[in-house]
T-cell receptor, first 116, second 106 residues
């Protein structure tokens, strides 16, 4: 059983460029989460999917951010017109959850984005 | 989701038990207590979770008070590799606070 994988691990881009990150969850996990973490802070929730449906989005997820999980497996997070304030670690997590039960999330290693 | 309070930092001697406290006085009856840790520049690692009963796994033990207003994570024999930020989360949604920086010293 492989863990959650994220690619790329590091991304350096110039302000105004678009970037896309990929997350591959643990096989058969039905939920997939995206978080953002800035230096010295805990991870902050961005959005999550139940299978292919995006069920919740944080107000942190501005209209420049879009996430997809087209076949209920891997997910992509795209940031358009990047800003320096987007520099952060972007974390993906997955879980096998049912309504009313526990939702233990397992995290990937993260993608560190630096916007110059 | 309940707010949690953790000490900012703690030190522990290598080989000794590390006891990390967490207060979650506003926790609801159906909300779990989760513990994660994060080693520098890595993703958070799941440690353990519980609802009412004490729990133990290969990594740690979780002691939850009878009134569920606080809990303690116990690492029975801390090693240098246990140096990390430990997050206590009370709720059915992961809302991370600042956590406790645990430094294990030789």
């Amino acid at each position: 059983d492989t863990g959650v994988s994220q690619n790329p691990r590091h991304k350096i881009t110039k302000r105004g460029q678009n970037v896309t990150f990929r997350c591959d969850p643990i096989s058969e996990h039905n939920r997939l989460y995206w978080y953002r973490q800035t230096l010295g802070q805990g991870p902050e929730f961005l959005t999550y999917f139940q299978n292919e449906a995006q069920l919740e989005k944080s107000r942190l997820l501005s209209d420049r951010f879009s996430a997809e999980r087209p076949k209920g497996s891997f997910s992509t997070l795209e940031i358009q017109r990047t800003e320096q304030g987007d520099s952060a670690m972007y974390l993906c997590a997955s879980s096998l959850a049912w309504w009313g039960g526990t939702d233990t999330q397992y995290f990937g290693p993260g993608t560190r984005l630096t916007v110059l | 989701d309940a707010k949690t309070t953790q000490p900012t930092s703690m030190d522990c001697a290598e080989g000794r038990a590390a006891n990390l406290p967490c207060n979650h006085s506003t926790i609801s009856g159906n909300e779990y207590v989760y513990w994660y840790r994060q080693i520098h520049s890595q993703g958070p690692q799941y440690i353990i979770h519980g609802l009412k009963n004490n729990e133990t796994n290969e990594m740690a033990s979780l002691i939850i008070t009878e009134d569920r207003k606080s809990s303690t994570l116990i690492l029975p024999h801390a090693t240098l590799r246990d140096t990390a930020v430990y997050y206590c989360i009370a709720g059915n949604k992961l809302v991370f606070g600042a956590g406790t920086i645990l430094r294990v010293k030789s």
